[in-house]
Each structure stands twice: as structure tokens, then as C-alpha cells.
């Protein structure tokens, strides 16, 4: 049997999807991290989803984090389930939120309030995939279920390559 | 603006979950309009359960709410099993009892720090306090960050739980292949849980400071919670229904249509509830009107210090008794790990159905009492079911209090500024989780 760790141990890469299930692709961060749980592929990093609580990701920037992959759907002006990587260094946020709280997440706020904060700021790396629907549906249109797995397997290499 | 001529339209209400605006009008200090409007869509979660098997609908219905999601599932559980004729071991009952204490101190960490706490503190959000309360901040979030830990370890997260399921758990705590880990796993759990006892004891030298601050209003209204003999209620009971005169009446969960009794506003998508009065409040204050002889010493103790004393008829009062359930639900947790400890944990499989039929679950979630209904055919698969959240049924008494409060403000000369933040502070005070809105980036690229 393979050593189990603690569900405390400390990992220092994760992999954090965000969104809403109930707004159709805007559930694509949370099923891929759903899948790599179900699947047993976070082997090397912690994958959790954040849903829109971005507070529980605040806590997660302190020294021993290495990198943070945030898996989102992102108004990018690409296609339909095409897709891109960025950090969050290189964005500014065009979103009217109206402060924060468990369903006013904005990764961008919570990283300028770690950096208030003192907090170590590590790399954060967002995988940004553009929704086809955004309809009140509780799964993915066509277009993203069809490449769920890419979007698996390119998150997953990219949160292990640093 | 004087109180005598003001026009408050606030539409989508911030540091609350979900979007309700408040519209008030005032010609002459007479009041023309006092309305809280709830526009949120309707999901038909209901409908979505219909044909679906015993064992997918949990895992359904725990999508009604992000935050309250375990509450939902447990709910969701219990009116299966009700429905089920499926009797869980006591193992089941005390890591529910332990998980569904997780979310509670989780969701009031994040209520009463973060979205009520700027209100007391002159702040118009949480990130001016960055600035100003670091330290407060700092310990708010590692606060936050054990109720997430707490319900993953028990729930195998703390948003849409995967380990709890109809008739048990589907594995043992943390990651635990045996039980013998899963001990280890609950030791370090309660170790956390300790050590963030003397946080929260700083939390509350903060609130003391400002409770000063909290509007001084008070109108009676009915409080429906949970009442159990076992302890305060919260996981389990019967519904209690407490009058202002301090009479009590308890209904049976399978009766609860009588107490809900729900009718449509057309001010609102969402329905409104009403039983023995024109309204009825859920929540943490309710809880706690209903059950104070039931806190934890620890708990009552912090109540004392912050003057809280039930029967409260003050519904900003209910962020109060939303951090006196934080230091419950941390020593209660401590509590049921211990028993947990004691009992020694076994490696046990989910119960199976012995009957089909109507069934019936009622458990608090951090806003108030839920209500979950569920029938099978012969099959297992659902025909119809109800859910009632603990937001809709406040929905009324916000509305209620709004009546009184608006009037007292222009006898008071309060200016719109001040008519329009305390309004707000009103419906945050209520903690509403009027739905998921949706959450996606909007970005633009540096050049």
C-alpha cells in the first residue's frame, strides 16, 4: 500500500479551481480539479476547489508555497474553449465586484491583500478558459466537456514543470 | 438630506451572499416606499432531484448553496434516510455532529470578520482594514482557513462534502486508510482547533471594543430553530418555535409545512415564510433564544461579556450570537473528537435502505434552520422533493423590521447617508445567502 500522507502535510504546490457549477462553463476550474481528485492525480500537489470562497485561498500564501495554479473560466476574447496561461503579475481586473466575500471572489483582489497583508507572494499562474455558456445549467456546454482532459492534462503539467 | 425627504435605492446589497436591493422612498417624513426586493432567479433544485437515485441526490441538492453546502448534504441525508427507513450508527452521528460544527464556525468566521466587522469598524470593506487592523485581519484568515481544514478533514471538503453520504460516511476522516490513521488524523484536528481557542479569544476583545457600535433597535418577532435534548440544536431536533412572551411551541420536522407556511411576495422571486406572527426569524439569534441554556460554559461565557442576554429582540444582535456559536462550535468540536476518540473509531459501510417512501431532515445551517423532503418509488429514485432555506425564511422579517426601523430613523433625524447603512447593516446582519450569483475573471492585459 502506498504511504498515505496526513491530510495536514504541507504541500507546496497547488492547484485551486474556481467558478460556480451552477453557471454552466463557469464550472470548468471546479470539474477539473474534480476530476484530478476523483482520478488520483495530485500526487505531487494539493488540487482543491475554491469555488467563489477566494478567503481560502488566502490563507495558502505563506513561505513554504511555492506556486499557486488557479483554474478558471476568463473573458480572454479567444474562442470558445480555447485557452491560455498567465500570471496574475501581468493582468489588471476589469471586474465591479463589490468588495469580497464567499461569492465575490476575484483572485486578483486576494492577491493584492496578501500583499497588504505581508503575506510571501508566490508565483501565480491562472489557467484562463473561455466559456462557450454561461447559462443557468448545472454542466459544461459541449465545447468544454469535449476537452475536459486537455484542460486536465495541461493544468497538471504546468503546475509540475516550475 | 434629512430623514423628512430621502430616496435609498440600493440595489444589489454588498458583503451579503446573493442580491437583494432595498428601495425606500420618504416624501414629508411619511413613508411612501419600504420594500426589500430579492430578484435572484429561481433554480428549481426540486426539479432537479426528480428521477434522480437516492444516492446522486445529496450531492444535487448540496449545490443549492456554496457556503451552507454541508448542511445541505446533511439535510439532504437525513430526509433520505428518514425516507429510507436507514438508521446510521452512532460514529455517523457524532462525525456529522463534528462536521456540521466545521461549517458553522467556518461560514460565522467569515460573516462576522469579514463582511459585518468593516460596518463596526467605519470601513467600507475588509481591505481598508488591511491597512488598519492587520494583526486582526492575520488571525481572521487562520481562523477561516481551520473551519475550511475542519469540514475537509470530516467531509472530504468543506464545500460540497464527498464523504458524506445516505446511511454514513463513505471514508474515514483526512486521509486515512484505516482507522487508526484517522485517529491520528482527528488528534491533529483537535490540536488545531485548541490552538486557535486564544485567536478567537482576541477576536472577541475586538468585537467588545466596537459592540458599542451595533444600532440599537429591538422589535419582537418569533425565532424558529432547532431544539434538541441532546444539546443546544443544531445538527438535529424537533423545530422550536419561541414567542416573544417566551411560550414555546415544538413541532415535529415531518410537520414542519405547518410552521413555514410559505406565500409569494411580489416584491420577490424568493418565497416568504410566516407562522405564528406576521414573520419569524432564523439564524444564529434564533438559535440561540431557543437553546442559550444549552451553550457550551465557554460559549456563555463570552455572551455574558458581550451582553448578550436571551431573549435578544435585536436582529443586528445576531452576528453576536454568530461568534458566541464560533466559541460553541470550537469547544463543542473539541467535544465530539474526544467521544470520537473514546469510542475508537471503526472502518463502517453506509446502511441500506429497508423501506421506500416520504421522509423528511431538518438541520441548522449557519443562517438558520433548513428543511429537506424527499419521496422514492420502489426503485430508489426520487418522485418529489422540498426544500426550504433558512434565507427565504427570513426574508419576511427583514421586511418587517424595515417597517419599524424606517420610521423610528426620521423620528430619530437621521440623515440618508445614515438611514442607508443602516439598512444595509440590517440585511447583512440577517447573514443572507440569497443565492449563488455567478463568478467568472474579466481581465485586460498590461501593455
Known amino acids: ?162 | 438630506m434629512t430623514a423628512q425627504n430621502a430616496s435609498i435605492k440600493v440595489h444589489h446589497v454588498t458583503r451579503v451572499e446573493g442580491h437583494g436591493n432595498i428601495v425606500v422612498d420618504i416624501k414629508n417624513g411619511k413613508v411612501e416606499t419600504c420594500e426589500w426586493r430579492v430578484p435572484e432567479a429561481p433554480r428549481f433544485f426540486e426539479a432537479m432531484v426528480r428521477g434522480r437515485h437516492y444516492s446522486e441526490v445529496a450531492r444535487i441538492t448540496s449545490r443549492i448553496c456554496g457556503i451552507c453546502a454541508v448542511g445541505h448534504t446533511l439535510a439532504s441525508c437525513k430526509a433520505s434516510e428518514n425516507a429510507l427507513g436507514m438508521r446510521v450508527s452512532k460514529q455517523t452521528d457524532r462525525l456529522r455532529r463534528l462536521l456540521k460544527h466545521g461549517e458553522n464556525f467556518d461560514s460565522h468566521i467569515v460573516h462576522v470578520l469579514f463582511l459585518v466587522a468593516p460596518d463596526l469598524l467605519g470601513a467600507p470593506s475588509v481591505f481598508p482594514l488591511v491597512a488598519t487592523h492587520p494583526d486582526v485581519v492575520k488571525k481572521a484568515v487562520l481562523l477561516k482557513k481551520l473551519g475550511c481544514d475542519w469540514a475537509s478533514l470530516v467531509g472530504g471538503r468543506s464545500t460540497h462534502p464527498t464523504k458524506v453520504v445516505p446511511g454514513g460516511f463513505a471514508a474515514l476522516p483526512g486521509n486515512a486508510y484505516n482507522p487508526r490513521m484517522a485517529t491520528e488524523e482527528l488528534k491533529a484536528l483537535k490540536q488545531m482547533i485548541l490552538d486557535a481557542v486564544p485567536m478567537a479569544t482576541d477576536m472577541y476583545n475586538v468585537l467588545l471594543s466596537v459592540a458599542g457600535n451595533i444600532p440599537n433597535f429591538t422589535r419582537e418577532t418569533e425565532y424558529v430553530a432547532l431544539v434538541d435534548d441532546a444539546e443546544y440544536g443544531l445538527y438535529d431536533g424537533k423545530i422550536g418555535c419561541l414567542m416573544p412572551d417566551g411560550s414555546r411551541e415544538i413541532v415535529d420536522v415531518a410537520d414542519y409545512r405547518s410552521v413555514t407556511n410559505e406565500w409569494v411576495s411580489p416584491l420577490s422571486t424568493a418565497k416568504h415564510a410566516k407562522h405564528n406572527m406576521a414573520s419569524y426569524m432564523a439564524g444564529a439569534l434564533a438559535r440561540i433564544n431557543n437553546n442559550y441554556d444549552q451553550l457550551h460554559p465557554e460559549a456563555k461565557k463570552v455572551a455574558e461579556g458581550l451582553g448578550f442576554k436571551a431573549p435578544c429582540f435585536n436582529p443586528y444582535f445576531n452576528s453576536v450570537a454568530q461568534f458566541i456559536e464560533v466559541v460553541h462550535s470550537a469547544y463543542m468540536g473539541v467535544g465530539y473528537i474526544d467521544e470520537l476518540l473514546d469510542m475508537g473509531l471503526q472502518d463502517e459501510k453506509p446502511v441500506e435502505p429497508t423501506k421506500f417512501g416520504k421522509g423528511f431532515g431538518a438541520t441548522e445551517v449557519p443562517r438558520g434552520i433548513l428543511f429537506h423532503e424527499y419521496e422514492y418509488d420502489t426503485d430508489g429514485f426520487c418522485t418529489a422533493g422540498n426544500c426550504i432555506i433558512p434565507t427565504n425564511q427570513n426574508h419576511a422579517n427583514i421586511q418587517e423590521d424595515m417597517n419599524k426601523l424606517v420610521p423610528e430613523m426620521i423620528s430619530a433625524d437621521k440623515s440618508e447617508q445614515e438611514m442607508e447603512l443602516t439598512l444595509e447593516m440590517l440585511v447583512r446582519a440577517y447573514d443572507p445567502c440569497i443565492s449563488c450569483s455567478t463568478h467568472y475573471l474579466d481581465v485586460t492585459f498590461k501593455k
Do not use: W
Request: net charge negative; glycine share 6%.
Open chain 1, 1 to 162: 500500500m502506498l504511504a498515505c500522507p496526513s491530510f495536514f502535510a504541507v504541500m507546496t504546490r497547488y492547484l485551486i479551481g474556481m467558478g460556480n457549477y451552477a453557471r454552466q462553463d463557469d464550472g470548468i476550474g471546479l470539474r477539473i480539479v474534480e476530476h484530478i481528485i476523483d482520478n488520483h492525480l495530485d500526487a505531487s500537489f494539493t488540487a482543491f476547489e475554491a469555488h467563489n470562497d477566494g478567503l481560502s485561498i488566502l490563507a495558502h500564501f505563506v513561505d513554504d508555497t511555492e506556486m499557486i495554479l488557479i483554474v478558471d473560466c476568463a473573458l480572454i476574447d479567444k474562442e470558445p474553449g480555447d485557452y491560455l496561461f498567465f500570471d496574475v503579475d501581468d493582468v489588471d481586473s476589469k471586474k465591479l465586484a463589490g468588495g469580497i466575500s464567499t461569492h465575490e471572489g476575484d483572485i486578483l483582489k486576494i492577491v493584492g491583500m496578501a500583499q497588504k497583508l505581508g503575506y510571501p507572494i508566490p508565483r501565480v499562474r491562472v489557467l484562463a478558459i473561455q466559456p462557450a455558456s454561461l447559462e443557468m445549467e448545472m454542466k459544461l456546454s459541449p465545447t468544454l466537456e469535449s476537452r475536459l482532459e486537455e484542460y486536465v492534462t495541461v493544468a497538471i503539467s504546468e503546475v509540475e514543470k516550475l
